[in-house]
């Protein structure tokens, strides 16, 4: 813990993540504030050595054509010297690798790996290649199969028997065509799979002259190979279609001039002409004209945004009915709509604990149900019941736990692409599981379940003027980004106030902030702060307080409180609807924390209907940490609920960390677990329940498998099935699973 917090207290450090088993630690940093040799210091001063660094990156896969194959690569990549960690994701066709830097695995290794095992990593997400193979895979199952029923038809009804073998191997090979050279590329890399399996069992059919069952095999398992792909295909584009929606191309202007070039020469400040209708190219600010911007696909809300000068707008939105001229603030790659469908690619190839549960078995079984094989196939020899050999054949064809390698993953990638589809970026199945199982949540206040748009509404003065009081505290918070430095400043500027310019700014996280004004020392800042500095408000101030209900800073000039400034924000549309949602259906108890006062969170508590006994308040931002880590030392899990910028070290000690409106902020993308894109509290019930269904259906999917893949292991151990029912019964396990899965991507929640 103090480790993360010395970290996370570097400026630029957005995220620090702690693995004790590996002894790792996952630093996120913005590499233009601090050094790996600032963080290294850090930890060295805690006694700590950082002992090697490692590099992580992601490919996207083709051509993954079962579901175990997913673990095969993971093997063999994993194999490979100075890998440290590696994950794929058969749902989401993912490599993610962990891999010392300047260390034997390199990225072209890694590709050299994969394609040796007969896949390709895809450079972009150019999908026609993609959809080739698919289609000549396709064909091949086609093929096979009207062979396949070609020869059944002169087999059964014309008596042809010559004619009718030959159809049925020819139906076996072009079945088999494509899970052949897979075969061979997983024996080459010494690893056996279900292509591998199925292959054996054909082969053997054919041997003992079962040829219908032979072609019954390699059509039925191409068949429903097709199937997964097309089916699994379908939730791995709920996230990737996001990147293809951003235009190509932008109209810059360019010496007066609109010239259309691709959006990877638009460079930073330049200003883009975005006409009615089309997609805004680049995330960037308007600077004139005025317009509805739909940003459902940044941020998940269905109602078209108003922009005018000002407004912040991003990639991939559309532009309704008036032309913009956007100044570009960053460039393609680094906008809003690249980080978060990168984020969610990262966060589908991680594991949620299930799924290392339901590999686990899947590691023991394959080996038993082969060990099984073959000592039915010796006992078949021994005792020369040639019926024996059909068995172990069946057993064969139900031993790849397919259905239960699935199961997990693919309820994960549809539930993750439906949350960023409603603006809800959730960086694993960890975090969804941690929502799905939540009870206990805390709030933050301000910019939480207030808008964080204050207003100042008083100005008190000690013995000065008002006037004193207001231009000073403007002139400190001219360098301040705190929602109450914004208030102050716009309304000295209403009151046209000759604000002077400060020296030697100094922000005061959780407490205020000084400056030098005019040759004099001022602070701006809370209650705590004045007693920090140990001085005593006037009793004239004092009394006039009393009666005010709201954010309250004071303004010290020369070690003297001068006066104070009373603000008020406002809550949250639908802030109490929410946690009365909450209350009812999830929470068992609900928090508010904040630097603020007490009366102004008491108040705030009792508007939204949080128990007032359950308010922190006057907390510096340490203090708010431990109070979380109170909280989960309490409950177990909690879900805290903040802005990712000022919260983040409450955000990062909490079970899982929810960041509000991270569309307008690129570091709380970064922050938090769990980021609700729009500034929209009402999708953290949303969330909620997503989470719970997605546990629901993990669950189903789990026990589905099991019972499926043990009732075939027995049943071929015994004898009762054949061959055709045990391809038939393998592929349709893997398949209702995925069906089951994929309702997850049109989930709705119940109460609205
Ligand atoms: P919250 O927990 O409500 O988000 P913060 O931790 O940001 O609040 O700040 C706590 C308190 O510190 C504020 O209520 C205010 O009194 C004071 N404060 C912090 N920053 C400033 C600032 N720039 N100007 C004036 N007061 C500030
Ligand atoms: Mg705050």
């Given at each position: 813990m103090r480790l993360r917090d010395a970290i996370l207290t570097l400026d630029g450090v957005s995220r620090v993540d702690i693995y004790p088993s590996s002894s790792k630690i996952v630093v996120t940093f913005d590499k233009s504030r601090t050094s790996l040799a600032m963080i290294e210091s850090r930890a060295r001063r805690l006694?700590?050595?950082?002992a090697e660094n490692f590099d992580h990156e992601s490919f996207r896969l083709e051509g993954l054509d079962c579901p175990d194959c997913a673990l095969k690569i993971e093997k063999a990549v994993g194999k490979l010297p100075g890998v440290l960690w590696v994950s794929v994701n058969y749902a989401a066709s993912l490599l993610l690798v962990e891999y010392q830097r300047?260390?034997?695995?390199?990225r072209d290794n890694i590709i050299k790996l994969v394609r040796d095992l007969g896949y390709e990593v895809a450079e972009s997400y150019e999908k026609s290649e993609r959809i080739s193979k698919i289609n000549r895979r396709t064909v091949a199952t086609a093929v096979s199969g009207v062979f396949l029923v070609t020869a059944f038809v002169l087999k059964n009804i014309f008596v042809v028997d010559f004619a009718a073998d030959t159809f049925y191997i020819l139906s076996a090979i072009f079945g088999g065509f494509y899970p052949i050279r897979a075969a061979f590329y997983s024996l080459r890399a010494r690893s056996i799979d279900t292509n591998v399996l199925m292959i054996t069992a054909a082969a053997g059919a054919i041997a003992i002259g079962e040829l219908f069952d032979a072609a019954a095999v390699m059509f039925l398992f191409s068949l429903g190979a097709a199937l997964e792909s097309y089916t699994v295909e379908k939730t791995r584009e709920s996230v990737s279609r996001l990147i293809e929606?951003?235009?190509?191309e932008a109209s810059v202007l360019r010496n007066g001039v609109e010239v259309r070039v691709p959006v990877a020469d638009v460079r930073v400040g330049e200003v883009v002409v975005v006409k009615p209708g089309d997609r805004i190219p680049l995330d960037g600010e308007v600077i004139s004209g005025s317009s509805f911007v739909d940003q459902s696909i940044v941020t998940g809300e269905s109602v078209p945004i108003e922009k005018l000068p000002g407004a912040e707008v991003f990639a991939g939105t559309i532009n309704q009915n008036g032309a913009l001229e956007v100044s570009v603030k960053r460039p393609i790659g680094e906008d809003t709509l690249s980080r978060l469908s990168r984020l969610v690619e990262i966060a589908q190839a991680q594991k949620a604990p299930y799924q290392q549960f339901s590999e686990k078995v899947g590691r023991i079984y394959t080996p038993l149900v082969l060990l099984s094989a073959v000592i039915v196939f010796a006992y078949a020899l021994l005792s020369g019941d040639h019926s024996f050999i059909r068995r172990a054949l069946v057993l064969l064809v139900v031993g790849c736990p397919c259905a239960l390698v699935i199961s997990t993953p693919v309820a994960l990638v549809a539930s993750l692409g439906r949350a960023a589809k409603s603006g809800v970026l959730i960086k694993g199945g960890v975090y969804l599981e941690g929502l799905g199982r939540a009870k206990v949540f805390a709030f933050d206040k301000t910019g939480t379940l207030t808008k964080g748009c204050l207003e100042v509404v008083d100005v008190i003065a000690a013995n000065n003027s008002c006037e004193d009081v207001l231009r000073l505290a403007a002139a400190v918070e001219q360098m301040s980004e705190h929602p109450i430095a914004a208030a102050i400043l716009r309304r000295a500027e209403a009151e046209k106030l000759n604000v002077p310019k400060p020296i030697d700014f100094k922000a005061m996280p959780g407490l205020g902030a000084k400056a030098i004004v005019e040759g004099t020392e001022c602070h701006v800042g809370s209650k705590r702060l004045v007693e920090t500095l140990g001085l005593q408000l006037p009793d004239s101030l004092a009394s006039a307080l009393e009666s005010k209900v709201g954010t309250v800073v004071f303004v010290v000039r020369d070690r003297k409180v001068i006066g104070a400034i009373v603000l008020s924000d406002v809550l949250r549309d639908g802030a109490r609807e929410i946690v009365s949602t909450l209350h009812k259906k999830h929470a068992k108890e609900l928090f508010v924390l904040t630097g603020d006062n007490e009366t102004i969170a008491g108040f705030v508590a009792s508007e939204v209907g949080v128990?007032?006994?359950?308010v922190y308040a006057g907390l510096m931002p340490e203090e708010k940490v431990s109070v979380v880590h109170d909280l989960v030392e309490r409950f177990g899990t909690v879900v805290m609920v903040g802005d990712?910028?000022?919260?983040a070290p409450a955000l990062a000690a909490s079970t899982v960390g929810v960041a509000m409106g991270g569309a307008g902020s690129p570091v709380s993308l970064e922050t938090a677990?769990?980021?609700?894109?729009?500034?929209?509290?009402?999708k953290l019930p949303f969330a909620v329940e997503l989470g719970q269904r997605t546990l629901q259906i993990i669950k189903q999917n789990i026990a589905i498998s099991l019972s499926a893949v043990f009732l075939m292991f027995v049943a071929a151990f015994a004898g009762k099935i054949g061959l055709t029912t045990g391809v038939i019964g393998h592929e349709a396990s893997a398949l209702i699973v995925i069906a089951n899965g994929m309702r997850l991507l049109r989930f709705q929640p119940r109460n609205r």
């Amino acid at each position: 813990m103090r480790l993360r917090d010395a970290i996370l207290t570097l400026d630029g450090v957005s995220r620090v993540d702690i693995y004790p088993s590996s002894s790792k630690i996952v630093v996120t940093f913005d590499k233009s504030r601090t050094s790996l040799a600032m963080i290294e210091s850090r930890a060295r001063r805690l006694g700590l050595e950082i002992a090697e660094n490692f590099d992580h990156e992601s490919f996207r896969l083709e051509g993954l054509d079962c579901p175990d194959c997913a673990l095969k690569i993971e093997k063999a990549v994993g194999k490979l010297p100075g890998v440290l960690w590696v994950s794929v994701n058969y749902a989401a066709s993912l490599l993610l690798v962990e891999y010392q830097r300047n260390g034997a695995a390199s990225r072209d290794n890694i590709i050299k790996l994969v394609r040796d095992l007969g896949y390709e990593v895809a450079e972009s997400y150019e999908k026609s290649e993609r959809i080739s193979k698919i289609n000549r895979r396709t064909v091949a199952t086609a093929v096979s199969g009207v062979f396949l029923v070609t020869a059944f038809v002169l087999k059964n009804i014309f008596v042809v028997d010559f004619a009718a073998d030959t159809f049925y191997i020819l139906s076996a090979i072009f079945g088999g065509f494509y899970p052949i050279r897979a075969a061979f590329y997983s024996l080459r890399a010494r690893s056996i799979d279900t292509n591998v399996l199925m292959i054996t069992a054909a082969a053997g059919a054919i041997a003992i002259g079962e040829l219908f069952d032979a072609a019954a095999v390699m059509f039925l398992f191409s068949l429903g190979a097709a199937l997964e792909s097309y089916t699994v295909e379908k939730t791995r584009e709920s996230v990737s279609r996001l990147i293809e929606l951003s235009p190509n191309e932008a109209s810059v202007l360019r010496n007066g001039v609109e010239v259309r070039v691709p959006v990877a020469d638009v460079r930073v400040g330049e200003v883009v002409v975005v006409k009615p209708g089309d997609r805004i190219p680049l995330d960037g600010e308007v600077i004139s004209g005025s317009s509805f911007v739909d940003q459902s696909i940044v941020t998940g809300e269905s109602v078209p945004i108003e922009k005018l000068p000002g407004a912040e707008v991003f990639a991939g939105t559309i532009n309704q009915n008036g032309a913009l001229e956007v100044s570009v603030k960053r460039p393609i790659g680094e906008d809003t709509l690249s980080r978060l469908s990168r984020l969610v690619e990262i966060a589908q190839a991680q594991k949620a604990p299930y799924q290392q549960f339901s590999e686990k078995v899947g590691r023991i079984y394959t080996p038993l149900v082969l060990l099984s094989a073959v000592i039915v196939f010796a006992y078949a020899l021994l005792s020369g019941d040639h019926s024996f050999i059909r068995r172990a054949l069946v057993l064969l064809v139900v031993g790849c736990p397919c259905a239960l390698v699935i199961s997990t993953p693919v309820a994960l990638v549809a539930s993750l692409g439906r949350a960023a589809k409603s603006g809800v970026l959730i960086k694993g199945g960890v975090y969804l599981e941690g929502l799905g199982r939540a009870k206990v949540f805390a709030f933050d206040k301000t910019g939480t379940l207030t808008k964080g748009c204050l207003e100042v509404v008083d100005v008190i003065a000690a013995n000065n003027s008002c006037e004193d009081v207001l231009r000073l505290a403007a002139a400190v918070e001219q360098m301040s980004e705190h929602p109450i430095a914004a208030a102050i400043l716009r309304r000295a500027e209403a009151e046209k106030l000759n604000v002077p310019k400060p020296i030697d700014f100094k922000a005061m996280p959780g407490l205020g902030a000084k400056a030098i004004v005019e040759g004099t020392e001022c602070h701006v800042g809370s209650k705590r702060l004045v007693e920090t500095l140990g001085l005593q408000l006037p009793d004239s101030l004092a009394s006039a307080l009393e009666s005010k209900v709201g954010t309250v800073v004071f303004v010290v000039r020369d070690r003297k409180v001068i006066g104070a400034i009373v603000l008020s924000d406002v809550l949250r549309d639908g802030a109490r609807e929410i946690v009365s949602t909450l209350h009812k259906k999830h929470a068992k108890e609900l928090f508010v924390l904040t630097g603020d006062n007490e009366t102004i969170a008491g108040f705030v508590a009792s508007e939204v209907g949080v128990d007032t006994d359950n308010v922190y308040a006057g907390l510096m931002p340490e203090e708010k940490v431990s109070v979380v880590h109170d909280l989960v030392e309490r409950f177990g899990t909690v879900v805290m609920v903040g802005d990712g910028v000022n919260d983040a070290p409450a955000l990062a000690a909490s079970t899982v960390g929810v960041a509000m409106g991270g569309a307008g902020s690129p570091v709380s993308l970064e922050t938090a677990d769990v980021v609700l894109m729009s500034d929209n509290l009402m999708k953290l019930p949303f969330a909620v329940e997503l989470g719970q269904r997605t546990l629901q259906i993990i669950k189903q999917n789990i026990a589905i498998s099991l019972s499926a893949v043990f009732l075939m292991f027995v049943a071929a151990f015994a004898g009762k099935i054949g061959l055709t029912t045990g391809v038939i019964g393998h592929e349709a396990s893997a398949l209702i699973v995925i069906a089951n899965g994929m309702r997850l991507l049109r989930f709705q929640p119940r109460n609205r």
